[in-house]
């Protein structure tokens, strides 16, 4: 009987699949109706809402941790978080009036998570829902009296757009996971990591060496005063593995490898994996009785990953629209539109709907941001020329309307933030061409040497007023190439630090060879999972400066 | 030394055969560091170490939170931890400069594996060792720098003892997840009969966990490290718009000793149910200063805030220097003469009181004590009875194994704590006893109570029966008609040891109550269930009231009774 219900249920489903929401989920129904009741109740009182919405965010996580050949960890763990937006006043003016988050935060912490219970128990989520709108209700009113008296005394910021805008109302429907998509093979990825993570136990002066693996189900709902409804369905698998040397000189050496696909079947074999940690493993012994590299500047060329974080810090971050809302931000691009920004023959997009690029499942995928909105892809450079930014609801003088790239983590407000970050050259050149082209700069410039950027571990950049609008990418892998033939040398010990306006003036070729870095990205509105790809590049001029070490001697025992 | 380290381990290995192998991989791999660290670790122009000690904290651990009858979330997992501690210098003088008891520590691979137990020692160690040798370095020449007594001179720094090989069994657990989780849903469900209570939660936290501890000296010891506890909690707001939160928790050592079902459905029922008619008592309209009787666990505070401190009964030698962390946190306060330790053979209770350390007692009136211990966290075995009160009379501190003038052996009591990223011990009792000489019964006390109040020509005495923050339940007694009224909002001035030197009444029946010195130790305390005093002070809490959310509470707006 049971056999034959499931069956019927999975032939339902896919007879209807455009039945209304309220038929086929209830937590959506619940959602719905605590904020109808919200917005009613509250629309009586003498601070009514004009626009609320619900966010509901259920994770199930599984993680796989060993080292050295060892299982280090092995959990799983559900949660399910809640997080109501008020907005008191108008579009115009409201309690988010340069403000990201609808709770109080600090330079220490941001909101904290509230997770409500799981299942279906109505009496428990309601009650859950109710004490934490409750809060931020409490907090909406007393920050729009705040904001609306800092009118009345303080300057008034340059951008005089409104404080929220309108968009599509939406409804979106994925049905929840199914028990295949949410199966994890935990045995078999222990057995993995622990084979891969063993390798490191051949060379005796590797100190750390790990591999990881989460895979991760996210269904997140969405619904607001407007009338929208969604309920949209992310998985994300990723395998991360680090070794560590240590140089007589204290200085810490890891090189990593990561991997990433929606599911964990979809993972590299464990002969392209066993071969990458060897090759890293290679590497990292060379590297350690590398020179250190003095402080330079000089042409560099940047392999794919290294330059999709370049451009992520560099570029990305200062194309992201609702920072240049606050007077305290940088605003490096916000005056530039129309302007030629990168050589003419580069071009820059942010594509949230881009699942996969050349064979890659893109971290950055999402079908509607967390304001609601459908992600759209946003052409940002077009032929060198700066074209848009990465909106949301929240709309500047220049753009008034979203492009659906408002994110957040659980806890957080949205803010502009971006996805699948793709840099892209009409000229391309193969490697031999891009590789003569950094010799002949660096001829030019009179320098022995030019430096190749192959890996990095990430980077942060600052784009507030109050201290040097600078970006630092922190590279792993560096070689230095000679003009005069010699080959190749691996040096370390260096950051690749500047400032954004100076490089993206200095940016001369790109490869015909595009790259996609995975990474997670955190600012104002929590940790996002993002990509940045990009071409290999020619730089005309980088700084480098020396990377912090630690002062501490390798052991001074042989490793057991 | 290595050799009779072996040859003992056979004999600490207990029958079971799958723990047999997985104890003997880690006392191995546990040994073989500490000794190869010992003899071998040595960077040119530093001294080796003369002391290593390495723990391994090792078990599993399951938290279940609920609310309404429904899961918020379930944490299970395996847990593993390892720390160094780590000493150059003779015991005269070593490099430990702010004697905190803490170990270096990191987290461990969850599987048993000797080459990566050793493997994470091994680099731990190393840090703490070129850390030690530059504590060494500043401590010896800021000692040189002091005018030390010839008895601070003649002080070491680390008592010598003899190493054990002890293995001792802990309690078995259930932890069954999903009959638990069954279980807290139930308990969190009385909750729906309360529509006035809101954030209410029901918690369950199993900790199944065991020490390993090897030092350099030869000692081998596994001790369990055992604790439970259910609570539940919950808000209130009063009619003139007070939010009042309030929990418990009940403590075991197992899941197992927890009371049966209907017992703790009774339990949550009846603190649901205190906290609603609290929420409905009159507000405490006075100022008072006279007799108060407390009650049950409200005594417990007495004992445990002024004597389980650093200025009580737990010995903690000063920071060598101001700048470690000790000395940034408490300054001159640790090592203060203020502290009892200095008021040995001087009356600090009243004369009917008595307090022992009794650590292998287990259980007492049909309580599971979860403070019992057989071996401390230095592998000393602490004595079966040890007197630290007599009759009022200040007699002996706890203490590890770090002296001060005035305690200068170990009385067996450095504690493990329990906590999950670090591997931390103090000096914390077990069992605590406090005995009295006499007594009353709780008729007497009450009659008493009220005979004080008429001699101090008041209308009222106050019997206190709850005290959690601002959540203090208290009676006001009639003392012409014996009434008794619930009042709420009082604010009760702490109980200082000196009030405890005259007490105007205490009973002769004792309780026992678990509960975790500094948050992370285990410890028990058995105590008398009354204690009248005869001035105290208790006034009207000042609070802030906010307006009604207009926002109705989703069980009373569904007309749940």
Not at chain 1, 349 to 376: A, H
Not at chain 2, 474 to 482: E, I, M, P, S
Request: hydrophobic share 35%; proline share 5%.
């Amino acid at each position: 009987m049971r056999t034959k219900f499931l069956c019927l249920a999975v032939l339902l489903g896919s007879l209807l699949p455009f039945a209304p929401a309220s038929a086929q989920d209830p937590m959506l129904d619940l959602l719905r109706d605590e904020l109808k009741y919200d917005m009613e109740q509250l629309s009586k009182t003498e601070n009514p809402p004009y626009y609320m919405n619900f966010r509901v965010i259920e994770t199930s996580q599984n993680v796989v941790r060993a080292t050295f050949g060892t299982l280090q960890e092995s959990t799983f763990k559900e949660a399910r978080s809640f997080i109501p937006q008020i907005r008191l006043g108008s579009y115009d003016f409201d309690n988010f009036h340069g403000m990201v988050n609808g709770v109080p935060t600090s330079w220490f912490s941001g909101p904290s998570t509230v997770y409500i219970p799981m299942g279906n128990n109505e009496k428990a989520l309601r009650q859950a829902m109710w004490s934490e709108v409750n809060n931020r209700y409490k907090f909406a009113i007393e920050q729009y009296e705040r904001l609306k008296a800092a009118e009345k005394v303080y300057t008034k910021t340059d951008d005089k757009a409104p404080d929220f805008s309108d968009a599509k109302v939406e409804k979106y429907f994925d049905q929840p996971f199914t028990q295949e998509e949410l199966a994890f093979d935990r045995q078999k990825f222990e057995e993995k990591l622990k084979k891969y993570s063993a390798l490191f136990l051949k060379n005796p002066h590797i100190i750390t060496g790990e591999a990881s693996m989460s895979y991760v189900c996210t269904r997140k709902y969405f619904v607001s005063s407007e009338g929208a409804e969604i309920a949209e369905n992310n998985r994300s698998a990723r395998i991360f593995i680090t070794g560590m040397m240590k140089t007589d000189d204290g200085m810490e050496l890891p090189l990593n490898l990561s991997y990433f696909a929606f599911d964990p079947d979809d993972m590299p074999s464990d002969e392209k994996i066993i071969a990458d940690v060897e090759h890293l493993i290679a590497t990292l012994d060379k590297m350690r009785t590398a020179p250190i590299v003095e402080p330079y500047t000089g042409p560099a060329m940047l392999a794919g990953e290294a330059s999709g974080v370049f451009f992520h810090e560099i570029f990305g971050h200062r194309t992201e629209a609702q920072r240049m809302k606050n007077d305290s931000d940088g605003q490096t691009f916000k005056k530039m539109i129309g302007q030629q920004v990168l050589p003419k023959h580069f071009s820059a997009y942010d594509d949230p709907t881009l699942k996969n690029f050349e064979g890659q499942d893109m971290n950055g995928y999402y079908v509607f941001d967390d304001q609601g909105v459908r992600g759209q892809r946003v052409e940002i450079v077009d032929n060198g020329t700066l074209k848009g930014f990465l909106t949301t609801r929240v709309p500047t003088d220049e753009f008034n309307q979203s492009n659906g790239h408002a994110r957040a983590s659980a806890a957080y407000d949205p803010a502009s933030r971006q996805s699948n970050l793709l840099i892209t050259t009409d000229k391309p050149k193969t490697m031999e061409q891009l590789r003569k082209i950094l010799i002949k700069e660096a001829k030019a410039q009179k320098k022995e040497y030019a430096y190749y950027f192959v890996n990095v571990n990430g980077g942060y950049t600052q784009t507030g007023r109050t201290s040097p609008n600078a970006f630092n990418v922190t590279p792993l892998e560096v070689y230095r190439i000679y003009v005069d033939g010699r080959p190749d040398e691996l040096v370390r010990g260096v950051d690749l630090i500047g400032t954004p306006l100076s490089m993206f003036s200095s940016i001369i070729e790109g490869s015909d060879k595009t790259s996609v870095f995975t990474g997670i990205c955190g600012a104002e509105s929590g940790w996002v999972p993002v990509t940045a790809s990009s071409p290999d590049i020619v730089v005309k001029k980088v700084e480098m400066q020396r990377k912090s070490k630690s002062m501490q001697t390798p052991p001074a025992l042989p490793r057991p | 030394m290595k050799k009779y380290l072996l040859s003992l381990l056979t004999l600490l290995l207990g029958a079971n055969l799958y723990a047999q192998s997985n104890d003997e991989i880690i006392f191995k791999a546990m040994q073989d560091e500490a000794m190869r660290s010992l003899n071998e670790l040595q960077v040119e122009n530093v001294q080796k170490p003369s002391f290593v000690s390495y723990a391994l904290f090792d078990g599993r651990t399951l938290n279940i939170q609920s609310s309404l009858g429904a899961t918020i979330q379930i944490d299970e997992r395996p847990l593993r931890n390892h720390g160094v501690q780590l000493l150059i210098g003779d015991y005269s003088c070593t490099s430990d400069c702010d004697y905190n008891g803490r170990y270096l520590s990191n987290k461990s691979a969850v599987e048993t594996d000797y080459g990566q137990i050793r493997r994470e020692l091994w680099f731990t160690t190393d840090l703490l060792y070129k850390n030690k040798s530059t504590d060494l370095a500043g401590k010896t020449s800021l000692r040189k720098q002091r005018i030390m007594s010839p008895e601070e001179a003649a002080l070491p720094d680390f008592v010598t003892i003899e190493p054990i090989v002890k293995s001792v069994e802990g309690y078995e657990f259930d932890m069954n997840r999903t009959e638990w989780e069954k279980k807290v849903n139930e308990l969190s469900a009385i909750f729906q009969n309360y529509p006035k209570l809101y954030d209410s939660k029901v918690e369950l936290d199993i900790n199944d966990f065991n020490y390993y501890l090897v030092t350099s000296e030869g000692t081998v010891v596994k001790q369990p490290m055992n604790v439970a506890f259910i609570g539940a909690s919950a808000s209130v707001r009063t009619e003139e718009g007070t939010e009042y939160t309030d929990q418990f928790r009940l403590y075991v050592p197992t899941d197992l000793a927890f009371p049966s079902m209907d017992e703790l459905k009774k339990k949550v029922d009846e603190f649901a149910k205190n906290l609603t008619a609290f929420a409905e008592a009159p507000v405490i309209d006075e100022f008072y200063s006279g007799p108060v009787l407390f009650l049950d666990e409200t005594v417990m505070p007495m004992f445990t805030k002024n004597l389980l401190t650093s200025e009580g009964l737990l010995t903690q030698r000063k920071a060598e220097d101001i700048n470690s962390m000790i000395g940034l946190f408490w300054g001159d306060m640790a090592g203060s003469k203020k502290t009892l330790e200095y008021r040995i053979g001087q009356r600090v209770l009243d004369s009917r009181l008595t307090v022992k350390h009794t650590p292998f007692l287990k259980e007492y009136d049909g309580v599971k004590l979860m403070g019992h211990y057989e071996v401390d966290a230095e592998g000393v075995v602490p004595a079966e009875e040890l007197v630290l009160i007599d009759t009022g009379i200040m007699c002996t501190m706890l203490n590890g194994r770090i002296p001060t003038l005035k305690s200068p052996n170990t009385t067996g009591s450095q504690r493990f704590a329990i906590d999950e990223d670090v591997i931390a011990t103090s000096v914390a009792p077990g069992v605590l006893r406090v005995d009295v000489n006499g007594g009353q019964t709780r008729e007497e006390l009450e009659a008493q109570l009220i005979k004080l109040a008429k001699a101090d020509n008041m209308k009222y005495a106050y019997i206190v029966t709850r005290m959690n923050g601002n959540i203090n339940l208290l009676y006001k007694v009639d003392v012409n008609t014996g009434e008794k009224t619930l009042v709420r909002k009082a604010d009760i001035t702490p109980v200082s040891l000196g009030q405890l030197k005259k007490i105007a009444g205490i009973s002769n029946h004792a309780i026992a109550s678990n509960f975790m010195v500094k948050g992370a130790i285990p410890a028990s305390i058995i105590y008398p269930d009354a204690i009248l005093l005869e001035n105290v002070e208790i006034s009207e809490f000042d609070t802030t009231q906010d307006k009604v959310s207009p926002l109705q509470n989703p069980l009373e707006r569904d007309g749940a009774n």
